[in-house]
């Protein structure tokens, strides 16, 4: 599946991104600073999210939602990885923060980036 078809419905929405708990526990986390990178791989913006990405570190396995108003979108089901610095952190800081943006919570740069490789997609309605 080729997400860059799915830009639109994607790219700075709200998605939901599931991940577990060493202790076996589900965790959702909500994120806007999004963005499709290429066919299989999209980037989000760590402004807080400090279970997730505690949870990654130990399980790269995850679930992303998106859906647009009619509640018509994907499934994604992937591996992520989390990275506090370099090219992916970079990326992040320059898309999501490059006009002096803050989040709800007043950061003015990324704590990390999430890059997620998908490995398939399910259609929902």
Request: hydrophobic letters at 40%; a negative charge.
């Amino acid at each position: 599946m080729d997400l860059l078809n799915y830009k639109d419905l994607i790219d700075g929405k709200p998605i939901h991104i599931a991940t577990v708990t060493k202790e076996n526990k589900p965790n959702l986390s909500v994120a806007s600073d999004v963005q499709v990178m290429d066919k299989d791989k999209i980037i989000i913006s760590v402004n807080e999210m400090n279970h997730t990405q505690e949870n990654i570190m130990y399980n790269e396995n995850v679930v992303i939602t998106a859906f647009n108003e009619d509640w018509v979108g994907l499934r994604i089901f992937g591996k992520a990885k989390f990275y506090e610095s370099g090219k992916y952190y970079d990326y992040c800081k320059k898309i999501f923060f490059a006009n002096w943006e803050t989040t709800p919570f007043w950061a003015t740069k990324p704590k990390g980036a999430i890059v997620v490789t998908v490995e398939s997609v399910e259609n929902f309605q």
